[in-house]
């Protein structure tokens, strides 16, 4: 029963979704793509480590590096939060995270100990090589800020921060393109701030108040599940112009990079939430 409801509402999605968008050939192609998504076969390389950096470098003066020292291998075993990190487990749940995701936007997705059954597959195979992930640990800069009266107040708070980089390598095996497809993307995780500016009407004084939920290493793994699902996300849209870029002809083709939402069956236009392409 909850089978056949599940199977009822995918059907319902996808006909609100070409309801929505047949006056546009470029979104009806768009949503072809979405039916057709369970035809395509990704296989998904991973890497086997974690480049990491502290970008502290405030800690040299403290720490009594000097320029004949290793300093960058000083600074990450002084890292807060990089040094301990298992590398294996953050690798392993941004790739669960990943591979979910791409599953459940429809894509037949193999990992590296499917090769053989991938190489059986002749036809709508793609290869994902997640060529490098690198972690670094710096201070960022966050400003709280409100107008109260007409006036301007600000708090800043320097946080501890985590930017996750990584490198996708992303090809279509159908062609004969050799061309290596090399794409970046970058999501930063801080300590979280909780603040408020008080008012006191009867002195005219402002008082700022804050809690700070620090950063904490564990919070890493649960943020690198994260970054996959949104990453798979970014991947399957990729896909998706591509093939928009490929069918339609370019007098007829928009400007348009358009994302597609899974739960609401819906297209929106990108901003900043995709790969950045990089040049050879």
Not at 124 to 146: H, P, S
Not at 235 to 257: E, V
């Amino acid at each position: 029963m909850k089978l056949k409801v599940v199977f009822i509402n995918t059907i319902v999605g996808v006909m609100l979704l070409f309801a929505m968008i047949s006056c546009s050939p470029e979104k009806k192609l768009a949503a072809d793509f979405v039916a057709k998504a369970n035809t395509k076969n990704i296989l998904v390389l991973t890497p086997e480590y974690l480049f990491k950096a502290n970008l502290k470098t405030y800690l040299i003066d403290s720490l009594g590096i000097t320029k004949s020292q290793n300093q960058d291998s000083i600074l990450l075993l002084n890292s807060d939060f990089l040094n301990d990190l298992n590398d294996s487990l953050f690798i392993a749940n941004y790739i669960l995270g990943y591979t979910k995701q791409l599953s459940r936007f429809g894509f037949k997705v193999f990992t590296q100990s499917q090769v053989e059954d991938f190489m059986l597959k002749d036809s709508n195979t793609f290869q994902v090589n997640i060529a490098q992930i690198e972690l670094e640990e710096t201070l960022y800069t966050f400003r709280d800020e409100e107008m109260i009266y007409d006036t301007y107040f600000y708090h800043d708070h320097n946080l501890n921060a985590v930017y996750v980089n990584s490198w996708f390598e992303i090809n279509n095996l159908d062609t004969d393109n050799n061309k290596q497809n090399v794409y970046f993307t970058s999501d930063m995780i801080t300590d979280i701030v909780d603040g408020m500016f008080d008012y006191d009407i009867f002195s005219s004084q402002i008082r700022y108040m804050y809690n700070i939920d620090s950063l904490k290493q564990d919070v890493l793994y649960a943020f690198a599940y994260h970054v996959g699902t949104t990453y798979a996300g970014y991947t399957f849209d990729l896909l998706l112009n591509n093939k928009l870029d490929q069918d339609i002809d370019t007098t007829a083709r928009s400007s348009n990079y358009w994302r597609y939402d899974p739960i609401d069956h819906t297209f929106f236009i990108a901003t900043d939430d995709k790969f950045i392409v990089l040049d050879e």
